[in-house]
């Protein structure tokens, strides 16, 4: 599975843009790349997936460049509801498990 | 819909005694199993998995062991827990490969 690398934390203000960067230099041609965000004391959520160039919903866009080692979550005007760790994952289709590496605490002041 | 259980939210075990957390999907066939742990402050520790009755994947050599009785039920278990069993538990369940995983509430485990 591809090792991913992710800041370790990140400030920011209410209404900025954040963008949180990972590598996965070692990405395999099936791998797609997701991310997931998480509350203190609650489970992981869903946030977005791609595999390459961009891919955008209503929370969210993912930046993926052409050569895929490396993707940026986009958060558009963020709010201090945001403050949370948010997690990128590579996951490839010869295994099922799923890995979490340490992720980005996120922290969002008014 | 898909739902997940998973209980008890909370549970404060002495060392030495055993443990059993369940986790059950509702909703859905043949779903990916997972078991987590989350230490305090730090991330996810994938512990074990299965895609299937029966077949079970573990990650880390440890204190714990998990089954899968059931398609949809996912049992985490210890016959004898130690202090650094204490931490975050999380059932999440997947509807295969590169698919988004879905998680629990948790299992706050605190072993004294």
């Known amino acids: 599975l591809a090792k991913t690398t992710q800041p370790i934390s990140m400030d920011s203000y209410e209404g900025q843009e954040v963008n949180i960067t990972c590598s996965h230099n070692?990405?395999?041609?099936?791998?797609?790349i997701t991310w997931y965000q998480q509350f203190p004391s609650q489970g992981p959520r869903f946030i977005i997936q791609?595999?390459?160039t961009k891919v955008t919903n209503e929370v969210a866009s993912l930046f993926i460049p052409a050569d895929r080692k490396s993707s940026t979550l986009s958060l558009p005007r963020v709010s201090l509801s945001d403050t949370a760790v948010y997690y990128c994952?590579?996951?490839?289709?010869?295994?099922?498990?799923?890995?979490f590496g340490s992720g980005t605490r996120l922290s969002i002041r008014p | 819909s898909q739902t997940i259980h998973q209980w008890p939210a909370t549970l404060v075990q002495p060392v030495g005694s055993p443990l059993s957390l369940e986790c059950t999907v509702e909703?859905?066939?043949?779903?990916?199993l997972y078991w987590y742990r989350q230490a305090a402050g730090r991330g996810l520790q994938l512990l074990f998995y299965?895609?299937?009755?029966?077949?079970i994947s573990s990650e880390v050599p440890q204190n714990l062991s998990a089954s899968r009785p059931q398609d949809r039920q996912f049992i985490l278990s210890s016959k004898k827990l130690l202090l650094s069993d204490s931490g975050f538990y999380l059932c999440?369940?997947?509807?295969?490969?590169?698919?988004?995983?879905?998680f629990g509430q948790g299992t706050r485990l605190t072993v004294v």
């Open positions: 999440a369940w997947s509807p295969g490969m590169n698919t988004e995983a879905f």
């Open positions: 070692n990405i395999a041609t099936n791998d797609y």
């Open positions: 791609g595999y390459k």
């Open positions: 994952l590579v996951e490839g289709s010869s295994a099922s498990k799923i890995i």
């Open positions: 909703g859905t066939s043949n779903p990916n």
């Open positions: 299965s895609v299937g009755i029966g077949q």
